[in-house]
Every structure is written in structure tokens, then in C-alpha cells.
């Protein structure tokens, strides 16, 4: 695939989103901004690892992963998980799909065999990863390299959402490795606002926080 950005499918990512905001996996907070662990001051906080305790909306991610991985990826051999978040969902759309799964530590173990990936990746299996979100891309990556660097090949790395960071975008980009999402930030900010979650003086400061970051709340 030359194309790295996949772009979203809007109806899909308008119903993610409308979930993600349901169930408070995604939470906007455009007037007491949240402290990331990094120290960046972020109007969203997002936690997908919710998903998992709720059965429709896992049901509507994995299926919506499973569309994709059938229109863009049907020689998909192995679906790749990223720890910790991508695992389950990984799980499902590989049950679906009927492929061999495997995750991705984020480090490898440090005793036995000192795995990075547990379970198996033979030379040259076409590979999707699936993770749950992606911020600068940093993480997501690396699981896409150490597929390859198994033997395997990753065909792309698939996630629930995505901040549109351009450092993202730029990263994908210098790997070669094809990336997209379910949802986004520009399709959350849309569906909250059809809610009433954030007012329309809101969008300016918000849209801003993903073009800069790290100059939000200064």
C-alpha cells in the first residue's frame, strides 16, 4: 500500500466516537485541561481500555477493524496486538477473522526466553497490528518494527483513535508504515458538539491543542 494516512471511514468514525464520549473512554475538558504524565496540559483525556467492559461497543470496534482488514488487507496472515491496550481487541479481530494472533510487549521479558512477541510469527506472514490509540506514534511503531524484525511483515497498524498529532503523521511516514483509525479527533470534536458536550467557542482553542500541543494552556 503506498498510501500511509488511511483515511477514516465517517459514518464508522462518527458512531466510535459518539461511543467512545458514551461510555466516558474519551472525556473533553476544554476549560480545566488534563496533566498528562509527560507534563503536557491536554483538553481530552482518553482511555479506550474502557471499551472492553462494554459488549456493544467492543462489538462495533472489532467489527469495524475487521471491515478494514477485509478491504485493505485480505492477504492478512496474523493479527499483532499492542500491549496493553490493543490485546483484546486484537483477540476479537483475529477470532473473527479466523488468524493466528500475537502481542507485542513493550519491552521484552526478563527471565526464560526473553520474548518481545509472544506467540508465533513465521518469516514473511503479512501482519496488521491493532492498538488502541495513538498519540505520537512512538510506541505504535516500535510494535510495527519488531513484527518485522520477527520475520514477519506489517502491513499496517490499525487503531480505535487517534489525536492527529502531525508528529504522528510524520513518524508513520519515515518508518513507511501505513497507519489509520477507527476515529479521530476531528470526528470527536464534531460528534460533542452536535451533543452539547463542548460549545461552539470551545472549537478554536480545542483544534488548536492538536495542530500544538505543546504550547495549549500557556
Known sequence: MSQITIPTRPELAEQIASDLLK?????????????????????????????????????????????????????????????????????????KLGLPMVYVRDKAKGHGKENLIEGVIRPGQKTVVIEDLISTGGSSLKVALAVNEAGGQALSVLAIFSYQFQKAKEAFENAGVPFGTLTNYSSLLDVALKQGSIQEQDLAALKAWSANPSEYGK
Request: glycine share 6%; hydrophobic share 40%; with cysteine.
Open 23 to 95: 461510555i466516558n473512554a474519551v472525556s473533553l475538558r476544554p476549560n480545566e485541561p488534563f496533566t498528562w504524565t509527560s507534563g503536557l496540559k491536554s483538553p481530552i483525556y482518553c482511555d479506550n481500555r474502557i471499551t472492553i467492559s462494554y459488549p456493544e461497543v467492543r462489538e462495533r470496534i472489532a467489527e469495524g477493524f475487521v471491515a478494514l482488514i477485509r478491504e485493505l488487507h485480505p492477504d492478512a496472515e496474523v493479527i499483532a496486538g499492542a500491549a496493553t491496550g490493543g490485546i483484546p481487541h486484537a483477540a476479537w479481530v483475529a477470532q
